[in-house]
Protein backbone atom coordinates (compact mmCIF):
# COMPACT_ATOMS: atom_id res chain seq x y z
CA UNK A 1 0.00 0.00 0.00
CA UNK A 2 1.54 3.54 -1.16
CA UNK A 3 1.26 5.60 1.82
CA UNK A 4 1.23 9.75 1.37
CA UNK A 5 3.77 10.32 3.66
CA UNK A 6 2.67 14.06 4.85
CA UNK A 7 4.02 14.64 8.66
CA UNK A 8 0.83 13.75 10.86
CA UNK A 9 0.37 14.03 14.90
CA UNK A 10 0.39 11.58 17.02
CA UNK A 11 0.72 11.28 20.60
CA UNK A 12 2.75 14.38 21.30
CA UNK A 13 5.12 14.03 18.14
CA UNK A 14 4.70 14.83 14.40
CA UNK A 15 6.11 12.30 12.24
CA UNK A 16 5.66 11.24 8.94
CA UNK A 17 2.15 9.10 8.32
CA UNK A 18 4.25 5.74 7.22
CA UNK A 19 5.87 5.67 10.91
CA UNK A 20 2.85 6.30 12.90
CA UNK A 21 1.92 3.52 14.62
CA UNK A 22 -0.54 2.32 17.25
CA UNK A 23 -0.61 -0.96 19.63
CA UNK A 24 -3.28 -3.60 18.64
CA UNK A 25 -4.42 -3.68 21.98
CA UNK A 26 -5.67 0.15 21.71
CA UNK A 27 -9.52 -0.12 22.42
CA UNK A 28 -10.38 2.19 19.18
CA UNK A 29 -8.47 -0.59 16.90
CA UNK A 30 -10.29 -3.65 19.59
CA UNK A 31 -13.57 -2.37 20.54
CA UNK A 32 -14.05 1.22 18.10
CA UNK A 33 -13.73 3.07 21.64
CA UNK A 34 -12.93 6.61 20.20
CA UNK A 35 -14.18 10.04 18.94
CA UNK A 36 -13.42 11.76 16.04
CA UNK A 37 -13.62 15.36 14.27
CA UNK A 38 -13.14 16.40 11.05
CA UNK A 39 -12.73 20.05 10.48
CA UNK A 40 -12.40 21.72 6.89
CA UNK A 41 -9.68 24.48 6.01
CA UNK A 42 -9.49 27.18 3.85
CA UNK A 43 -7.04 29.57 3.09
CA UNK A 44 -4.99 28.44 5.55
CA UNK A 45 -7.91 28.47 8.50
CA UNK A 46 -9.88 25.77 10.11
CA UNK A 47 -13.51 26.28 9.66
CA UNK A 48 -15.54 27.43 12.73
CA UNK A 49 -12.68 25.58 14.94
CA UNK A 50 -14.58 26.36 18.08
CA UNK A 51 -17.54 24.77 17.46
CA UNK A 52 -15.99 21.32 16.49
CA UNK A 53 -14.01 21.29 19.77
CA UNK A 54 -17.05 22.17 21.22
CA UNK A 55 -18.68 18.66 19.79
CA UNK A 56 -15.55 17.09 20.65
CA UNK A 57 -15.68 17.91 24.23
CA UNK A 58 -19.70 17.09 24.30
CA UNK A 59 -18.61 13.19 22.49
CA UNK A 60 -15.80 12.87 24.61
CA UNK A 61 -18.00 13.31 27.87
CA UNK A 62 -21.14 11.36 26.54
CA UNK A 63 -18.32 8.38 26.11
CA UNK A 64 -16.27 9.53 30.16
CA UNK A 65 -13.37 10.47 28.78
CA UNK A 66 -11.26 13.71 29.89
CA UNK A 67 -10.02 16.17 26.83
CA UNK A 68 -6.69 15.22 26.60
CA UNK A 69 -5.73 18.57 25.01
CA UNK A 70 -7.29 22.27 25.64
CA UNK A 71 -8.09 24.22 22.37
CA UNK A 72 -4.60 25.58 22.48
CA UNK A 73 -2.98 22.92 22.03
CA UNK A 74 -4.70 21.44 19.42
CA UNK A 75 -4.62 24.68 17.21
CA UNK A 76 -0.63 24.51 17.86
CA UNK A 77 -0.94 21.02 16.21
CA UNK A 78 -3.50 22.06 13.28
CA UNK A 79 -0.83 24.66 12.65
CA UNK A 80 1.60 22.38 11.95
CA UNK A 81 -0.39 20.21 10.00
CA UNK A 82 -1.92 22.44 7.53
CA UNK A 83 0.09 22.96 4.59
CA UNK A 84 -0.39 25.94 2.28
CA UNK A 85 -3.67 27.57 1.40
CA UNK A 86 -5.66 25.09 -0.46
CA UNK A 87 -9.22 23.23 0.61
CA UNK A 88 -8.03 20.32 2.93
CA UNK A 89 -9.33 18.94 6.03
CA UNK A 90 -8.27 17.93 9.44
CA UNK A 91 -8.96 14.78 11.00
CA UNK A 92 -8.62 14.26 14.68
CA UNK A 93 -8.99 10.90 16.57
CA UNK A 94 -8.66 10.01 20.27
CA UNK A 95 -9.34 6.97 21.38
CA UNK A 96 -9.48 5.42 25.04
CA UNK A 97 -5.87 4.12 24.55
CA UNK A 98 -4.21 0.53 24.77
CA UNK A 99 -5.15 -1.33 27.80
CA UNK A 100 -3.15 -4.57 29.28
CA UNK A 101 -6.05 -6.88 28.47
CA UNK A 102 -8.95 -7.32 25.83
CA UNK A 103 -12.17 -6.35 28.66
CA UNK A 104 -15.33 -4.38 27.80
CA UNK A 105 -15.15 -2.68 31.01
CA UNK A 106 -13.28 0.83 30.91
CA UNK A 107 -9.72 0.22 32.66
CA UNK A 108 -8.58 3.28 34.70
CA UNK A 109 -5.74 5.05 34.19
CA UNK A 110 -5.08 4.39 30.70
CA UNK A 111 -3.46 7.26 27.99
CA UNK A 112 -6.04 7.78 25.86
CA UNK A 113 -4.56 8.31 22.15
CA UNK A 114 -4.08 11.39 20.23
CA UNK A 115 -3.89 11.26 16.10
CA UNK A 116 -4.25 14.27 13.71
CA UNK A 117 -3.84 14.68 10.22
CA UNK A 118 -4.31 16.73 7.41
CA UNK A 119 -5.56 15.68 3.98
CA UNK A 120 -6.52 17.80 0.75
CA UNK A 121 -10.23 18.23 -0.04
CA UNK A 122 -11.73 16.47 -3.11
CA UNK A 123 -13.12 18.62 -5.48
CA UNK A 124 -16.91 19.23 -5.44
CA UNK A 125 -19.14 17.47 -7.90
CA UNK A 126 -20.75 20.39 -9.82
CA UNK A 127 -23.87 18.21 -11.46
CA UNK A 128 -25.31 17.62 -8.17
CA UNK A 129 -25.86 13.71 -6.41
CA UNK A 130 -27.98 11.35 -6.64
CA UNK A 131 -29.30 9.33 -3.36
CA UNK A 132 -31.11 6.51 -2.09
CA UNK A 133 -33.25 5.94 0.77
CA UNK A 134 -32.67 3.29 3.25
CA UNK A 135 -33.34 1.76 6.88
CA UNK A 136 -31.21 3.61 9.32
CA UNK A 137 -29.55 0.36 11.47
CA UNK A 138 -27.68 2.75 13.69
CA UNK A 139 -27.71 2.92 17.55
CA UNK A 140 -29.42 5.65 19.95
CA UNK A 141 -26.85 7.83 20.20
CA UNK A 142 -25.90 9.30 16.73
CA UNK A 143 -25.32 12.44 18.59
CA UNK A 144 -21.75 11.60 19.51
CA UNK A 145 -18.92 11.61 17.08
CA UNK A 146 -18.11 8.39 17.63
CA UNK A 147 -15.32 6.13 15.29
CA UNK A 148 -17.10 2.95 15.68
CA UNK A 149 -18.83 3.45 11.99
CA UNK A 150 -19.91 0.04 10.54
CA UNK A 151 -22.94 1.27 10.12
CA UNK A 152 -22.42 4.00 8.31
CA UNK A 153 -19.81 2.12 6.52
CA UNK A 154 -22.58 -0.91 5.11
CA UNK A 155 -25.46 1.91 4.34
CA UNK A 156 -23.06 4.03 2.39
CA UNK A 157 -21.96 1.18 0.69
CA UNK A 158 -25.63 0.39 -0.08
CA UNK A 159 -25.94 4.19 -1.64
CA UNK A 160 -23.08 2.83 -4.03
CA UNK A 161 -24.00 0.07 -4.74
CA UNK A 162 -27.27 1.30 -5.92
CA UNK A 163 -25.26 3.59 -8.54
CA UNK A 164 -25.60 6.35 -6.10
CA UNK A 165 -23.22 9.11 -3.89
CA UNK A 166 -25.72 8.49 -0.58
CA UNK A 167 -27.86 7.28 1.57
CA UNK A 168 -30.46 9.36 3.39
CA UNK A 169 -31.49 7.44 6.46
CA UNK A 170 -35.21 6.43 7.42
CA UNK A 171 -35.95 5.86 10.71
CA UNK A 172 -39.55 5.04 12.43
CA UNK A 173 -40.73 6.81 8.72
CA UNK A 174 -39.06 9.78 9.22
CA UNK A 175 -35.36 10.66 7.05
CA UNK A 176 -32.72 12.20 9.92
CA UNK A 177 -29.69 12.60 8.06
CA UNK A 178 -27.45 10.82 5.33
CA UNK A 179 -24.53 8.02 5.99
CA UNK A 180 -22.14 10.77 6.21
CA UNK A 181 -23.76 14.23 6.29
CA UNK A 182 -26.81 16.40 7.56
CA UNK A 183 -30.65 16.51 5.54
CA UNK A 184 -32.43 19.61 4.51
CA UNK A 185 -35.32 19.68 2.21
CA UNK A 186 -37.27 22.83 0.77
CA UNK A 187 -40.93 21.88 1.61
CA UNK A 188 -44.13 24.26 0.94
CA UNK A 189 -41.32 27.35 0.59
CA UNK A 190 -39.67 26.75 3.88
CA UNK A 191 -36.15 25.01 3.93
CA UNK A 192 -36.08 22.04 6.89
CA UNK A 193 -33.54 20.23 8.69
CA UNK A 194 -34.70 17.82 11.27
CA UNK A 195 -33.98 19.15 14.87
CA UNK A 196 -30.38 17.87 17.09
CA UNK A 197 -31.37 15.00 19.10
CA UNK A 198 -30.10 11.72 19.83
CA UNK A 199 -30.73 9.99 16.30
CA UNK A 200 -28.55 12.43 14.25
CA UNK A 201 -24.90 14.47 14.61
CA UNK A 202 -25.32 17.96 15.24
CA UNK A 203 -23.46 18.82 12.29
CA UNK A 204 -21.18 21.79 12.00
CA UNK A 205 -22.11 22.73 8.25
CA UNK A 206 -25.87 22.39 9.51
CA UNK A 207 -25.39 24.96 11.70
CA UNK A 208 -24.03 26.98 9.45
CA UNK A 209 -26.15 26.58 6.75
CA UNK A 210 -29.10 27.43 8.89
CA UNK A 211 -27.90 30.49 10.15
CA UNK A 212 -26.56 31.77 6.70
CA UNK A 213 -30.36 30.87 5.35
CA UNK A 214 -31.72 33.31 8.62
CA UNK A 215 -29.71 36.13 8.02
CA UNK A 216 -30.57 36.07 4.30
CA UNK A 217 -34.12 36.06 5.18
CA UNK A 218 -34.97 32.80 3.78
CA UNK A 219 -37.96 30.70 5.46
CA UNK A 220 -36.13 27.83 7.95
CA UNK A 221 -37.39 25.57 10.24
CA UNK A 222 -36.01 22.38 12.62
CA UNK A 223 -38.80 19.60 12.79
CA UNK A 224 -38.86 16.07 11.33
CA UNK A 225 -39.19 15.20 8.31
CA UNK A 226 -41.36 12.45 6.88
CA UNK A 227 -40.49 10.50 4.31
CA UNK A 228 -43.25 11.14 2.14
CA UNK A 229 -42.84 14.86 2.45
CA UNK A 230 -38.74 13.96 1.13
CA UNK A 231 -40.31 12.25 -1.95
CA UNK A 232 -42.36 15.68 -2.94
CA UNK A 233 -39.90 17.94 -2.04
CA UNK A 234 -38.68 20.78 -4.05
CA UNK A 235 -35.35 20.24 -3.35
CA UNK A 236 -33.39 17.63 -1.19
CA UNK A 237 -29.40 18.73 -0.09
CA UNK A 238 -26.74 16.92 2.01
CA UNK A 239 -24.46 18.51 4.16
CA UNK A 240 -20.63 18.09 5.58
CA UNK A 241 -17.60 19.71 6.57
CA UNK A 242 -15.93 17.80 3.29
CA UNK A 243 -18.61 17.93 0.94
CA UNK A 244 -20.31 21.51 2.07
CA UNK A 245 -24.29 22.01 0.57
CA UNK A 246 -24.42 18.49 -2.01
CA UNK A 247 -27.53 19.19 -3.90
CA UNK A 248 -29.46 15.79 -4.33
CA UNK A 249 -31.22 15.62 -8.09
CA UNK A 250 -32.37 12.12 -7.72
CA UNK A 251 -33.91 9.96 -4.96
CA UNK A 252 -34.64 6.34 -5.06
CA UNK A 253 -34.51 7.09 -9.20
CA UNK A 254 -37.33 9.86 -9.45
CA UNK A 255 -35.87 13.48 -9.72
CA UNK A 256 -35.99 16.35 -7.15
CA UNK A 257 -37.73 19.02 -8.43
CA UNK A 258 -36.38 19.72 -12.30
CA UNK A 259 -33.74 17.11 -11.72
CA UNK A 260 -31.38 19.80 -11.49
CA UNK A 261 -29.53 21.84 -8.22
CA UNK A 262 -32.58 24.02 -7.48
CA UNK A 263 -32.80 27.89 -7.43
CA UNK A 264 -32.47 27.36 -3.48
CA UNK A 265 -29.99 25.83 -3.48
CA UNK A 266 -27.76 27.87 -5.70
CA UNK A 267 -27.85 30.94 -3.33
CA UNK A 268 -27.52 29.61 -0.14
CA UNK A 269 -24.47 27.88 -1.56
CA UNK A 270 -23.52 31.34 -2.68
CA UNK A 271 -23.71 32.63 0.76
CA UNK A 272 -21.64 29.10 1.99
CA UNK A 273 -18.71 30.48 -0.68
CA UNK A 274 -18.47 33.63 0.37
CA UNK A 275 -18.51 33.11 3.88
CA UNK A 276 -15.33 30.60 3.13
CA UNK A 277 -13.88 33.71 1.12
CA UNK A 278 -13.77 35.59 4.28
CA UNK A 279 -11.53 32.88 5.89
CA UNK A 280 -9.41 32.80 3.12
CA UNK A 281 -9.24 36.66 3.13
CA UNK A 282 -8.19 36.17 6.85
CA UNK A 283 -4.99 34.47 5.83
N1 LIG B 1 -18.98 13.26 8.68
N2 LIG B 1 -23.90 13.22 9.96
C1 LIG B 1 -22.98 12.23 9.93
C2 LIG B 1 -23.41 10.84 10.27
C3 LIG B 1 -21.64 12.53 9.60
O1 LIG B 1 -20.72 11.55 9.59
C4 LIG B 1 -21.29 13.87 9.26
C5 LIG B 1 -19.90 14.26 8.88
C6 LIG B 1 -22.30 14.86 9.29
C7 LIG B 1 -22.00 16.30 8.99
O2 LIG B 1 -21.33 16.93 10.06
P1 LIG B 1 -20.35 18.17 9.80
O3 LIG B 1 -21.14 19.17 9.04
O4 LIG B 1 -20.00 18.65 11.16
O5 LIG B 1 -19.18 17.65 9.00
C8 LIG B 1 -23.58 14.49 9.67
C9 LIG B 1 -17.58 13.53 8.47
C10 LIG B 1 -17.29 14.56 7.44
C11 LIG B 1 -16.85 12.22 8.24
O6 LIG B 1 -17.22 11.26 8.90
O7 LIG B 1 -15.90 12.18 7.47
Not at 260 to 281: I, N
Request: charged residues 20%.
Amino acid sequence: MQLDNSTVYLNGTFLPLSEAKVSVMDRGFLFGDGVYEVIPVYGGQPLRLAEHLARLANSLAAIRMQPPLTAEDWSAIFARLIQGGHDQSIYLQITRGAAPKRDHAIPPDIEPTVFAMCTPIAPLPTEGIRAVTVTDIRWLRCDIKAITLLANVLLKQEAIDAGTTEAVLIRDGFAVEGAASNLFALIDGTLVTPPKGRELLPGVTRDLVLELALEHGVPAAERPIALTELKTAREIWLTSSTREIMPVIELDGAPVGTGAPGALWERVQAYYRAYKETLRGDS
